[in-house]
């Protein structure tokens, strides 16, 4: 069973525009989620994350918001940029040991 | 630094053929993973290691067997290949004491079974 899901396989949005990724999870004790991006052929690189105590973490371009009653995390991109264009991955722990991940959304964002 | 690296970079194998998949970090982390990344599955823990001398079990374990040689270094061994095993691997390493649980991954290798 997929303990943490991202429905959207793809994702397509205009240079300069807001990017929304969201992710699901399933599993009420992860207490630790965090979003990579990948480029092919090269291993995941972590972008942000954030503790199950908070609802919200921001970093630049890049914030995280947490739902934990409706078990559902989103990153928003403002602006998103060309760069950007690449898989985003959503993972969750549960106490940092064991990390489940999900299936990824490829985000293209065009100029 | 080089961070996480790994060899070889693409293997072929034939079906029953063993081998090891080698990985190394040099960012003194205690814990290292080892994943493998599927079409449509995302990345899935195959075993991990939470500090030197220690390994357990992942979602996927079975099939490999893994050793923590030392802290830089954690291998990955397919005793005997089956095409099921077809798939890119990663590892990864991260410092548990940190704030922000985050891994740093390797390039990962491409893995085929014939």
């Known amino acids: 069973d997929q303990q943490v899901k991202q429905n959207s396989p793809s994702l397509s949005v205009q240079e300069g525009r807001i990017s929304i990724l969201n992710c699901d999870y399933t599993?009420?004790?992860?207490?630790?989620f965090l979003w990579y991006k990948k480029y092919p052929a090269e291993g995941p690189t972590f972008l942000i994350s954030i503790s199950s105590i908070k609802d919200k973490n921001e970093d630049g371009r890049f914030t995280v918001f947490l739902n934990k009653s409706a078990k559902h995390l989103s990153l928003h991109i403002v602006p998103s940029q060309p760069g950007d264009s690449a898989v985003y991955f959503c993972?969750?722990?549960?106490?940092?040991?064991?990390?489940?991940f999900g299936t990824g959304t490829s985000l293209t964002v065009i100029p | 630094n080089a961070g996480v690296t790994q060899t070889p970079k693409f293997q072929v194998l034939k079906t029953g053929q063993s081998m090891t998949l080698q990985c190394a970090q040099d960012m003194n982390h205690n814990s290292m993973y080892w994943y493998r990344q599927d079409p449509g599955m995302g990345l899935r823990l195959i075993y991990y290691?939470?500090?030197?001398?220690?390994?357990d079990k992942g979602e996927v374990p079975n099939g490999y067997n893994v050793s923590r040689l030392n802290k830089r270094e954690f291998s990955l061994r397919l005793e005997s290949a089956a095409p099921s095993q077809t798939s890119v691997y990663f590892c990864?390493?991260?410092?548990?004491?940190?704030?922000?649980?985050?891994?740093?991954f390797g390039p990962g290798t491409r893995l085929t079974v014939t």
């Open positions: 599993n009420s004790m992860f207490d630790y």
């Open positions: 993972a969750a722990s549960i106490t940092g040991n064991q990390f489940y």
């Open positions: 290691s939470a500090s030197e001398g220690t390994t």
């Open positions: 990864a390493s991260s410092e548990r004491q940190g704030a922000t649980h985050e891994q740093y």
